[in-house]
C-alpha cells in the first residue's frame, strides 16, 4: 500500500511506495491514464473476479499502439468493491494479473494498475473512510506520474464517468470521455470507446 491506494505492475505485485518514489528521474515524459471498468473492460458493476471480464471491443489492440509509440499507459480504478465487502484487495489484483494476461495475447501490457480501495460508505472498516486517491482526487494519478516518470501537464486521461474528468482537471492533463452520450464539460473531447480515442490521443501527445 502506497499512502491511501494499491498498486500492482502488470503481473500484479505490489509495489512498495519507497520503489515508486524511487523510480523518479528528472526526465518527464506524456503518458495515458485509463479508468478500466467501462474503458478497458465492460462495466458490470463492482468486478471482483476474473469470470467477469470482458474486455470492450478494440481496447486491447488501443493500448497496443500506445506500447508502439512508447507512451506509458496506466490503469487507476476506484475500486470500492472493497470498502462495500463484495470483494478483497487480492481479488482486485487477480483481476489485474488475468488482465495482464490477456492484454499480452494480443501484443498489449499496462505499465501499471493502481487502484483505490476506499469509500466513505464503505461497510469494512478500516477502508470505509474518505481517501485523497479516490477519484476526482489526484492521488492515483500522482502514484502513476511518481512511478512512470509522467509529465501530467502533457498527458491524457480517459474515463467513462465524470470523476476520471475531474481527476483530468485536478492534475492539470487532457481528457477523454467515452461513452454514447458525450460530455458538453469544456475542455474535454467525447468518444464512442477506447479504440476510437487512441487515434487523437496518438496525433496529439508529445512523446
Not at 122 to 138: I, L, Q, Y
Not at 141 to 164: C, F, I, K, T
Request: hydrophobic share 45%.
Amino acid at each position: 500500500m502506497c499512502g491511501d491506494l494499491m498498486v500492482t505492475n502488470e503481473g500484479g505485485v505490489s509495489v512498495a511506495c519507497g520503489s515508486i518514489l524511487g523510480a523518479q528521474s528528472s526526465f518527464l515524459r506524456p503518458g495515458v491514464l485509463l479508468d478500466r471498468d467501462g474503458t478497458i473492460i465492460v462495466d458490470h458493476g463492482h468486478v471482483g473476479s476474473v469470470e467477469r471480464v470482458e474486455f470492450i471491443g478494440g481496447s486491447p489492440e488501443a493500448i497496443a499502439r500506445f506500447n508502439r509509440a512508447g507512451i506509458p499507459v496506466a490503469v487507476v480504478t476506484n475500486q470500492a468493491g472493497v470498502a462495500r465487502g463484495l470483494y478483497g484487495i487480492d481479488d482486485v489484483a487477480r483481476v489485474h494479473a488475468y488482465m495482464a494476461v490477456r492484454l499480452a495475447e494480443r501484443g498489449a501490457h499496462v505499465d501499471l494498475f493502481v487502484f483505490c480501495p476506499y469509500h466513505p460508505d464503505g461497510v469494512v472498516g478500516s477502508f470505509a473512510r474518505t481517501s485523497e486517491d479516490r477519484k476526482p482526487a489526484p492521488g492515483m494519478a500522482r502514484a502513476a506520474a511518481a512511478a512512470l516518470n509522467l509529465d501530467l501537464s502533457a498527458s491524457w486521461v480517459v474515463g467513462d464517468r465524470m470523476e476520471d474528468m475531474g481527476l483530468a482537471e485536478a492534475v492539470g492533463a487532457s481528457a477523454i470521455y467515452l461513452g454514447p452520450g458525450g460530455c458538453e464539460r469544456p475542455g474535454v473531447w467525447s468518444f464512442p470507446s477506447l479504440a476510437a480515442a487512441a487515434p487523437f490521443i496518438l496525433e496529439r501527445i508529445a512523446v
